[in-house]
């Protein structure tokens, strides 16, 4: 099926993982958002561009606070290591700001936890 697409993939991943969801307040814990974070400059560092860094692409698997996964590479851009301009640089920094800045709003989001007696 990719054999004909003008920009055929460098690489397709497939993992059944069970209890993997899209990060949401009910799972947030920042923990998982630092994984996250994690993620995403460990993916950096192979010089790829995720470009669609949205809670949706970051799942979380709900039976351990351990493990985070990046979906969704379908814009995803790859970077020659002996290229590597200027401006993808900065995108690839913007890119990362952008995945803190969401972990950031998840915060603001969360509803105080009070004790209740």
Same mark, same amino acid.
């Given at each position: 099926?990719?054999?004909?697409?003008?920009?055929?993939?460098?690489?397709?991943?497939?993992?059944?993982?069970? $209890?993997? %969801?899209?990060?949401?307040?009910?799972?947030?814990?920042?923990?998982?958002?630092?994984?996250?974070?994690? $993620?995403?400059?460990?993916?950096?560092?192979?010089?790829?561009?995720?470009?669609?860094?949205?809670?949706?692409?970051?799942?979380?698997?709900?039976?351990?606070?351990?493990?985070?996964?990046?979906?969704?590479?379908?814009?995803?851009?790859?970077?020659? $290591?002996?290229?590597?301009?200027?401006?993808?640089? %900065?995108?690839?920094?913007?890119?990362?700001?952008?995945?803190?800045?969401? $972990?950031?709003?998840?915060?603001?989001?969360?509803?105080?936890?009070?004790?209740?007696?």
């Amino acid at each position: 099926m990719l054999v004909d697409d003008e920009y055929p993939p460098s690489a397709i991943f497939l993992e059944y993982i069970t $209890g993997l %969801e899209m990060i949401t307040l009910e799972d947030y814990t920042q923990q998982r958002m630092d994984k996250i974070v994690s $993620g995403i400059q460990q993916i950096h560092k192979a010089l790829v561009r995720h470009r669609d860094p949205k809670p949706k692409n970051m799942m979380v698997v709900t039976d351990t606070a351990e493990r985070v996964v990046w979906m969704d590479f379908d814009r995803a851009e790859t970077y020659n $290591g002996h290229q590597v301009t200027s401006e993808q640089e %900065e995108l690839l920094r913007v890119e990362e700001e952008i995945v803190v800045d969401i $972990g950031e709003c998840l915060v603001r989001t969360l509803p105080l936890k009070t004790d209740i007696v």
